[in-house]
């Protein structure tokens, strides 16, 4: 019972893997060499490998290769043209510097233009205040000379005026003239 | 109990279960028994799968020709990349006229040692007929390439210029024989690993059916299925990597 189980089992596997259960002893030995399949094989190999080798010469080489072209060929140019943008990126950094060096020279000569003509005005206007104070000190100072002349009469005045009391007081009579001319020689000593 | 099935699996294992070779058979795919050499057989399936999965890939996956590639596309492009770089960096420039053979030769094997690991599938490298087919091709091309190129000068890959003169004849024969030895190796070392693996798997699918020890097997599957993949692209690139070694010596004899 069991060995007819076991026998079922073993045709069932051997249907599923593709052999005939009961097969006669001689056709188990190696197919590899059982030389009547070797025409059939080189003939069907044969039309295989030709059949390869025109779908590759003729079709899918060529095109792989055009493809693995233009791809070289825009991965070469994508390269040329990002080395493009970058020497045009250095350019304009340096067009940039440039510009900003300029910019500063011309900021520095402005303000230097400007300072100039800053203290030009400045020294022309000082030039002028300073007549000016010196026009005003003179004004000043003949005033001052006038005012000290007539700050002279007046004592001359009052020293004259006090020399006649002084006479009178002591008991004399006072000539005017004489006081004027000695208070005036006394001014001058 | 145990006992018993494994005494069952045991004899079966003699008689049924264990016929990991027959996944290999060539068949005619609409009956009959005689496999003639226009029959068409499993063997003219899978490669017909083949042609049109490196289609799909390399044309229907390429339609587009896009700038910034689909994942199909750039696994298009990977490959000739592969390829070209490698032809390149060992047969030298004047290799690359020869790009679309061993393309031909790279994908036909890649594709079908990867399409030979889909359950139920038919492994045409696993055939020395088709390896040996694809290595004397080579061997034949590489050798009237080298005629053709150097003439007689092209029988310099055998005489070693820089070894001594007394060992030259011995360094000469020894290079003749490996020369000539090239195709059978080429050949087999595809074939080899591609059955190999294959048939290894079915042992350990064998043991599947066993209860006891399924879960091992199931284990020692999937193990194994991966070690394939990795085979089955290492052998394709084994195979052209070595194309391009030889070509290089037909380009080039003088060491």
């Given at each position: ?11 069932g ?42 779908i ?50 011309d ?32 004004e ?6 006038v ?43 | ?37 226009y ?19 390399l ?22 990349g ?21 393309m ?30 694809l ?14 190129k ?7 890959i ?17 290079e ?11 050949s ?43 085979v ?8 052209a ?15």
């Amino acid at each position: 019972m069991t060995t007819e189980t076991e026998e079922a089992l073993g045709e069932g596997l051997a249907d599923v893997i593709g052999v005939a259960a009961h097969q006669p002893t001689e056709s188990v030995s190696l197919p590899q060499i059982d030389f009547s399949s070797f025409p059939n094989q080189i003939f069907w190999l044969v039309i295989t490998l030709v059949a390869i080798f025109f779908i590759l010469s003729r079709v899918a080489l060529p095109r792989i290769a055009a493809v693995l072209a233009e791809r070289q060929g825009i991965i070469t140019n994508d390269i040329a043209a990002a080395q493009d943008l970058k020497q045009k990126a250095v350019e304009a950094e340096e067009a940039y510097e440039k510009a900003l060096l300029d910019a500063r020279a011309d900021a520095n000569r402005i303000v230097a233009e400007a300072k100039a003509e800053i203290q030009a005005e400045l020294d022309v206007a000082i030039a002028k205040a300073d007549a000016e104070i010196a026009a005003k000190a003179a004004e000043g100072e003949k005033a001052i000379a006038v005012i000290r002349e007539s700050a002279m009469d007046s004592v001359k005045d009052v020293a004259k005026d006090a020399a006649k009391e002084i006479v009178a007081v002591l008991g004399g009579k006072a000539d005017a003239k004489a006081v004027t001319a000695a208070v005036t020689a006394r001014m001058k000593g | 109990m145990a006992t018993e099935v494994n005494g069952d699996a045991a004899a079966e294992g003699t008689g049924l279960v264990f016929h990991p070779m027959d996944q290999f058979i060539v068949k005619p795919l609409f009956g009959g028994d005689v496999v003639a050499w226009y029959t068409v057989t499993n063997v003219t399936l899978w490669m017909g799968i083949t042609v049109l999965a490196i289609f799909a890939l390399l044309v229907l996956g390429t339609s587009k020709r896009a700038v910034i590639p689909s994942r199909t596309q750039s696994v298009g492009e990977l490959a000739y990349g592969f390829i070209y770089k490698m032809i390149e960096d060992v047969a030298g420039k004047d290799g690359i006229k020869y790009f679309p053979y061993i393309m031909t030769l790279f994908m036909f094997i890649v594709f079908s040692n990867f399409l030979g690991l889909l359950p139920m599938a038919f492994t045409t490298t696993s055939h020395i007929a088709v390896t040996g087919g694809l290595a004397v091709a080579v061997f034949l091309s590489v050798t009237v390439i080298g005629f053709y190129k150097h003439g007689f000068g092209f029988l310099n890959i055998f005489w070693i210029a820089q070894a001594p003169l007394i060992l030259r004849p011995i360094l000469a024969l020894i290079e003749v024989i490996s020369y000539f030895v090239r195709p059978l190796s080429h050949s087999i070392r595809l074939a080899g690993n591609m059955m190999a693996g294959h048939a290894v798997i079915k042992v350990f699918a064998a043991f599947a059916a066993v209860l006891a020890i399924s879960p091992f097997s199931i284990i020692a599957i999937t193990a194994m299925y991966a070690l394939e993949v990795l085979v089955a692209f290492i052998q394709a690139y084994v195979f052209a990597i070595l194309t391009c070694v030889y070509l290089k010596d037909a380009l080039h004899p003088h060491h």
